[in-house]
């Protein structure tokens, strides 16, 4: 929650250590995914269901999440294609990298440019975009760049490494990092039209109609929100943004304390934690003291859960992961439920243990099938 290593969980519990935070893979499920759960074995990667039945056989080399009854997989030869909920390829394996079907849409790269695909496997939009993301709202991200600084060095568009190739946050963490020099960040639409220009340092996904943009790489420079004509609604004021979630997001205005926005840009719960999230499921978590006193709140700025948590994440299905004493799993009233802890809930499963030994548990704590095994 305050930083790298706890939004990863408390790395201790889950039996790793900061510095080896960035090869943690996240195995929660995504929100809004479909019925089936990854699972991982001997190496390969399959399906269960939500009984711990696994439905589709561990074959893969690597997979994703379902959805619009589409998942993608990675075969043996290292392409990436789709496989319906029967496992059946039901997109041919022909792609170097590809993001979800959040949409009706999705980025597939090929060789060094992302473009998109329907649900069918067609070529919607050719690739040309350096990297380009998920569509959220009829909109999605595209980011153009011409050189890249790398660990490994400097390059162009022509010679940087594959893994050059992402948003600045796709989960593509266990690589070594990239950063594009001069890269702006616009939108397009499902024609693959610019409807944004690329003119902004950072630009998040639109949420509730409204998109947190950088324009500047000036360290003074501030955070607005653009509407999805690209006009700027709400003035760039902000040292950091969310989006908005519930109708409110989270900012840090300059007193260097958050608090939450509406979508008119007024203020309406005071700027006056040390760190504030998203809204979920009716309550946000906010911190007092960083690392000492997290709770949370509901959207009219009362203290639903005291602020008596080290550490604290979101709501997911009805519970959220705190850490105090110990970690354990709470309800919106801020009772204890399981006295385990591990990945947020999703869809009534939660991934729990250190690597290696993962399991996946129900709301009841009871161990469905191992998330990963040798066997």
């Not at 991982?40 to 439905?55: E, H, P, Q, S, T």
């Not at 006009?231 to 943004?241: G, L, Y």
């Not at 309406?268 to 960083?290: C, H, N, T, W």
């Not at 992961?321 to 309800?331: E, L, P, Q, T």
Request: glycine share 10%; hydrophobic share 45%.
């Amino acid at each position: 929650m305050f930083s790298r290593c706890s939004k990863l969980l408390i790395l201790a519990v889950l039996g790793v250590v900061c510095a080896n935070a960035e090869r943690l893979r996240n195995p929660a499920k995504r929100a809004g995914a479909g019925p089936l759960f990854q699972i991982l074995r001997n190496g390969k990667w399959g399906f269960m269901d939500r009984a711990g039945r696994i439905v589709i056989a561990p074959a893969f080399v690597d997979e994703r999440d379902f959805f619009h009854g589409l998942a993608a997989v990675q075969l043996a030869e290292g392409k990436w294609g789709f496989i319906d909920e029967s496992g059946n390829l039901s997109i041919s394996a022909r792609f170097d990298e590809v993001r979800d079907f959040i949409d009706d849409l999705v980025p597939v790269r090929i060789g060094r440019k992302w473009g998109y695909i329907d649900t069918a496997g067609r070529m919607v939009i050719d690739p040309h975009f350096q990297s380009a993301g998920e569509f959220h709202e009829g909109l999605a991200r595209i980011h153009l760049w011409s050189k890249v600084v790398c660990t490994s060095g400097e390059f162009t568009s022509d010679d940087a490494p594959l893994f050059a190739f992402h948003l600045l946050e796709d989960d593509k963490s266990d690589l070594p990092g990239c950063f594009p020099q001069g890269g702006k960040f616009g939108y397009i639409d499902k024609s693959g039209t610019v409807v944004i220009a690329p003119q902004f340092f950072v630009a998040q996904d639109f949420a509730e109609g409204l998109a947190a943009v950088r324009v500047e790489e000036a360290p003074d420079s501030k955070y607005g929100y653009i509407d999805r004509t690209g006009n700027m609604v709400i003035a760039p004021r902000f040292r950091q943004a969310y989006s908005f979630s519930e109708g409110l997001a989270a900012v840090e205005t300059a007193k260097i304390e958050w608090g939450f926005i509406d979508k008119s840009g007024a203020l309406k719960i005071p700027d006056r934690y040390q760190f504030a999230g998203k809204f979920s499921e009716g309550l946000a978590r906010v911190a007092i003291q960083m690392g000492v006193s997290a709770g949370y709140i509901d959207s009219h700025g009362k203290m639903i859960i005291p602020a008596r948590f080290r550490e604290a994440w979101d709501f997911s299905d009805g519970l959220a992961a705190v850490c105090s004493d110990r970690c354990v799993y709470i309800d919106r009233a801020g009772s204890t439920i399981l006295k385990k802890f591990g990945w947020p809930f999703s869809d009534g499963l939660a991934v729990i243990g250190s690597q290696g030994t993962q399991v996946y548990i129900d709301k009841k704590g009871r161990v469905i099938l191992p998330y990963a095994s040798d066997k």
